[in-house]
């Protein structure tokens, strides 16, 4: 006979709260948790791999699915990098509008991370307005891109096209702001979502630093890094970097709602400068012709769910050598293992809901 | 950063465009570097199949300083495994094992991350064949 | 005999096919377009389907959202198996169809879970939009209510099964 | 009932039917009543949730079978009825099939003891406020038996969940209960009803002088209901489905059929506890004031004080939908305490502000009854 005191109980990989398909294996007494191992790959599809047989042109498209929320991100990161190897510079124009475009598409981002995180939680509304006010946005990139998620729009050295519509972008910011109001009353002060977020899951800098978490996540722990603020692309845009010093899945909360608002204040700044200047003027890299020189090349971003960067070594072929993505996620997921341990069974779930995970960006 | 302290500890090391590259104990540089220069984000471990032997790039940040340091390693199929230092490096290495069957000497939970327990060859090296003879359904095929 | 079967078919095919209670499956991008499906603009509740089970058990219809790599196929024939009949497959978006931008160059990508599940309606785009979706799930619904009876059931489903078998492909859990 | 149960024996005798006759079907037919009805409440109950959830999340919620979606849920009761019932082959199937009807059984009994007016109470004792009470902690044992025999992990962490959450909610709710027993001076629900009558109404119910009973019997109610923001027994984004994730087909739409029959029934007891039961809101009843002393208004007066249940209920069961749509879950341990903590020594000082209450008044507001 057996005296095991501990449930093993394993947690997805289809489970409604892994945001995808995230395994994590808990060791459960009661319901404390005494240790978590995540078991991801449920979704690796081998992007570095298929970029060694692909032109540069023809992984362009696919990069877009390694953040399916920020797909903007991934495009930019690499275009940029090829700009860079090439020593193409961008006009000013294209500078703003790819800056409005990434703040727009951090906005649905993080609109879909609140909805889910309430979710978690069990809170039922908030999700159902979250994504009311997400499908504007992408409605919106739908219009100017011709797709609502995978928008294909930024090419080596420019935009796809010229940006219109601004008019819609002007609504969505009026209507957001007064909608994220609306969000912080139901939520912020809630006895219930206080109760379950305040002090839990608190993530100390230095744990944070071991476990090379960044973006939001490090912002709400006290620490001021932001990469938009050194970013070339974001230059003579004024905004605030997000610092909380709570460290725990509130101030991951509320640090998500700020820059909700700082974005917001991004991508007003870029609308008027947009009407500013005058007709789009790129010089576009033809796509066919693009060989790297040999050599390495690195670049990195703000991604909404922290530090995004790119790593490609080329031996001057018009594919690359070696192409690596570093993702936010993924060290998120790494944190699990230390941030689980010890606490209660659904503040596990609250807590790893409030890290942002997403799992295309893990697994790759 | 002072490239004299890295020279104390391992003597082979020279820099090409901004990366420091060593010819052995890598733990120890890194171990200097985080204590000693609050090197205190290990941002990401990438490794490159150079054909005969296998580039690790260990990139290290500073908050404080806002400083990158690269490190370059090349090694046939061991590595010096860096987990005391950074928790992060569990999931870098545990994914260059998967992708490039390297064994990183000193990390105990070495295992197969992306692709299945029983996945045979390691898809990110050159030598890789991308061929689906092995699946299972096409087993059957060939059989019938 | 037959007039009672028919009307019998009727009432059932009616229920069976304004009650698809999906199961929360997905895998990756189709599955945040799947979530819009639910919100507030599109509300997949008008035709009875906004109850999402998390259980298999009490699932009707498997939208199987996103990419499907090797090690998920295990997983998905299992959520498949435990689920109770009659049950439905909506494959959505190109990469569940035939492999979608990863089929050529992807080396663990499953090429269409037509070779693991069987599947009755296929959605390709890369993500469908919500819409697409709605029309899906409308287009099992005539499905269900034109060409099912209860005199027919089980031979759909072994014919299902059989063929894959025939061609060798059906992915056996055991084996991978 | 006795004056129901005259009229059907003289309609019988007219009809030269025996005596055994009459005295056996007397018994079944109102059974058959209460089963259809409380199937029709059920179905309606879930129709009204998803269009409420609809409307407060700015959606349309069903609308396509049936004019305005009404048939939606009959189609989701037929479609559960003829799928697959599966029994895990790791589960203890004796006690896997048996929990579905043990959770079944005690609200079907219990629907039986409430006056729905003065003159139909199935099942009248003297002390039914306590068979109440036991009835309704019922479900929670078959709830624990069917998570144990499934042999799922998520069920059994559900299972628990919900023996821990109604041990300490039914702790509070009985001193609760306690007080307004004080209060009425009777253990009988009709006589509960009835001492909170008045010629002002609703002034005389027991929700004005037992306001912090009323509050805390509602939440107590949410707990055992494991509705919103109590939910965790069944947590979705935690434990799938909770206690009934390996239940398929018929067996899970018994538990589903159980689970919105308890809340239709709690809010009922909920309405005779602090509500006045049957009691028109004014006094006198609508039927005597716009018909007077008449035969119909006699016979409409009996349908007018089952309606005015049914729509406190109904209101109550609102107010539950709209907390679903707008809380997000407790935690574990904060349930509990929660329970320990502040509601029970609450519901002790309400019962102790009762009783100085009750030796101070007389039990009413001074002259009102």
Known sequence: MTTATTLKLNLGPQHPSTHGVLRLILELDGEKILSCEPDIGYLHRGMEKMAEGLTYIQYLPTVDRIDYLAGCFYSELLCRTVEQALGAELSEKVKIIRVTLLELNRIASHLLWVGAFLMDLGALSPFFYAMREREMILRYFEKLTGQRMMYNYFVFGGVRKDIDYLEDIEEIINVLTKKIDDYEKIITDNPIFTARTIGKGILEPELAFNNSITGVNLRASGINYDLRKTDRLYEGFEFEPVILYEKDSWARYKARILELRESLKIVEQGISRLKAVGKLDQKLINPLTIKLPEGEYYSEIEAPRGLASIYIMSKGEDKPYRLKWRTGSYYAVNLLRRLLVGEYLNDAIAIAGSLDIILPEVDK | MNIEDIKNIVSECDIEDNKICVKSRIYDVIKCLKNEYSFKILKSITAIDLGDEIELLYKLFSVEDEEEALLSIKVKAEAESVVDLFDSARADENEIYDMFGIQFIGNEDLKRLYMPENWEGFPLRKDYIQDDTRLAWNDDCNNA | MGFFVTSIDWVLNNARANSLWPLTFATSCCGIEMMHTVASDNDIARFGSEVFRGSPRQADLLICAGTITHKMAPVLLRLYEQMAEPKYVIAMGACTCGGGMFCDNSYSVIKGIDKIIPVDIYLPQCPPKPEALIDAVRKLQQNIIKNESILKRKDFVNSHTSELMEKGELLVEAKL | ?369
């Open chain 4, 1 to 369: 009932m006795n004056y129901l149960y005259h009229m059907y024996m003289e309609f019988l005798s007219k009809y030269q039917l025996p005596e055994l006759f009459g005295n056996i079907t007397f018994y079944i037919i109102p059974f058959c009543i209460i089963a259809i009805a409380l199937l029709v409440v059920v179905l309606a109950l879930v129709l009204a949730e998803r269009k409420l959830l609809g409307w407060l999340t700015q959606r349309k919620g069903p609308n396509r079978v049936g004019f305005w979606g009404i048939l939606q849920t009959l189609a989701d009761a037929f479609k559960l009825l003829i799928k697959e019932n599966i029994t895990p082959s790791k589960s203890d199937k004796f006690l896997f099939n048996l929990a579905p009807i043990l959770v079944f059984v005690p609200v079907m009994t219990v629907l039986g003891i409430i006056p729905y007016s003065s003159e139909f109470t199935f099942v009248n004792t003297s002390t039914n406020v306590i068979l109440y009470l036991i009835l309704v902690a019922f479900p929670i044992l078959s709830i624990f038996l069917g998570g144990w025999a499934s042999n799922n992990k998520y069920s059994l962490i559900g299972a628990v969940r919900g023996i821990a959450q109604v041990l300490s909610y039914e702790v509070p709710i009985t001193f609760v209960v306690l007080s307004v027993v004080v209060l009425a001076n009777s253990m009988n629900l009709t006589g509960i009803t009835l001492a909170q009558y008045s010629r002002f109404g609703l002034l005389g119910w027991y929700f004005i002088p037992c306001v912090l009973g009323f509050v805390i019997m509602f939440i107590c109610m949410l707990a055992e209901l494991n509705r919103c923001p109590f939910d965790l027994p069944e947590a979705e984004s935690e434990l799938i489905c909770g206690y009934n994730t390996e239940y398929s087909g018929m067996r899970f739409a018994l538990f589903y059929l159980s689970e919105y029959a308890l809340l239709f029934v709690n809010s009922v007891f909920i309405s005779i506890m602090f509500l006045g039961g049957y009691l028109s809101p004014f006094g006198a009843y609508l039927s005597h004031l716009l018909l007077g002393d008449t035969y119909l208004a006699s016979v409409l007066v009996y349908f007018e004080q089952a309606f005015w249940l049914i729509l406190k209920a109904s209101i109550i069961i609102f107010v539950i939908i709209w907390i679903r749509a707008t809380l997000p879950r407790l935690a574990s341990f904060d349930l509990l305490k929660f329970s320990w903590a502040y509601l029970l020594p609450l519901s002790i000082f309400n019962l102790f502000i009762m009783v100085i209450y009750k030796y101070l008044t007389g039990g009413a507001l001074c002259g009102l009854s």
